[in-house]
């Protein structure tokens, strides 16, 4: 007898970028160059306040990301990260059987997510060149479907869906079925063929956008992410939210961070301009790495995927594996960059 629902007992769990000391880690696609000033600071000043309960509403954040997205603070949610927010999203619009149709592969936390909270998965294969297939997920919306994810762009694959795609795509979707885009990695984006979901898209009521503090703002570690929906999806979501999610020291954080965009933007162009370079040496052994807009990339090795990994785990690089499709790498700094190029003998 299972004192725990026995059908978690069949659910792959998330499996984290390794960290091994000493080793460069190129497996969680964060940024590596520490966080952003005026962080540490106000993460101390706001921990000398940790024996109270951190502002629920948190209000002023999402004033702040309200202002600076041009929206109004009521269509803002924010968690303990977009994983967390996913979730949420998922319990605000499903219940138990309803159909949640995803690409795959993509995040592993979707799968995870749908499980838990009684949703039904519908994954639909990417396409030969790993990019989402549009067609295919529209046509797998039934009248179950509540919500549909869209990642854009793919983690782990990297590819990006262009706006005429996804023009097209969310004009198929019914009004009464919800469109999750996650833009966990907006700010590498490159290709001004790819949307901003928020610009392109804000006025459509069925669609929400993900975003994340974890990435390119370099607050993994504190867990902020966000949400932009329509005030009543945005309210829904905060009603489901587990209270005081979004701790005192994260709020502060991520404050802070968002008063850094130069410096963020400076780093993240450094990413990219590491993308570039990666990428093309790469692509001289292995040329079937697809284009990435992301501050990673993505291996399509197969079942040599977990060999590969060991292999540079050997050389102290850790990356991440999905064994049986892929290896999925992070750009890092260039002197990080160039270990990993080292052991493809480049
Ligand atoms: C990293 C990531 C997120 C955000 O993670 P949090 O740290 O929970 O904000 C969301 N979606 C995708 C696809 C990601 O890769």
């Known amino acids: 007898m299972s004192l725990t629902r026995p059908d978690l007992d069949a659910l792959p769990a998330y499996v984290p970028g390794r960290s091994v000391p000493g080793a460069i880690k190129l497996a969680s696609n964060e940024v590596p160059y520490g966080p952003l000033p005026g962080v540490v600071e106000a993460v101390a000043e706001a921990v000398a306040g940790v024996h109270r309960y951190p502002d629920m509403g948190v209000v002023a954040l999402r004033d702040r990301i309200a202002s600076r997205l041009g929206v109004d603070a009521d269509r803002i949610a924010t968690g303990c990260g977009s994983v967390a927010l996913t979730e949420h999203l998922l319990r605000a619009a499903c219940l138990p059987g309803d159909e949640v149709v995803y690409p795959w592969r993509s995040f592993e936390a979707y799968p995870i997510i749908a499980a838990t909270t009684a949703a039904t998965s519908v994954r639909v294969p990417n396409t030969a060149e790993h990019a989402h297939d549009l067609d295919a997920m529209a046509a797998a919306i039934t009248d179950r479907t509540r919500l549909v994810i869209v990642c854009n762009p793919n983690n782990p694959t990297g590819t990006a869906v262009r706006r005429a795609d996804l023009d097209a795509f969310l004009d198929k979707v019914p009004s009464n079925v919800l469109v999750a885009l996650d833009e966990a990695y907006r700010e590498f984006v490159t290709d001004e063929t790819v949307p901003d979901g928020l610009a392109a898209y ?62 963020m933007l400076r780093r993240v162009s450094l990413v990219c301009a590491e993308r570039e370079r990666v990428v093309t040496a790469v692509r001289k052994v292995y040329p079937e790495v697809p284009e990435t807009q992301s501050n990673f990339f993505w291996l399509p090795l197969g079942d040599q995927s977990a060999q590969f990994a060991a292999r540079c785990e050997e050389a102290g690089v850790i990356v991440r594996s999905f064994q049986g499709d892929g290896v999925r790498v992070t750009i890092g700094t260039p002197e990080e960059n160039d270990q990993f190029l080292a052991v493809l003998g480049i």
């Open 202 to 263: 804000g006025d459509r009521p069925n669609v929400v956008v993900l975003r994340t503090l974890s990435k390119a703002w370099g607050l993994a570690g504190l867990r902020v992410g966000y949400l932009i929906g329509s005030p009543a999806v945005a309210a829904a979501v905060r009603k489901v939210v587990t209270p005081f999610s979004t701790s005192g020291a994260a709020q502060a954080a991520a404050l802070a961070a968002l008063s850094a965009e130069d410096e």
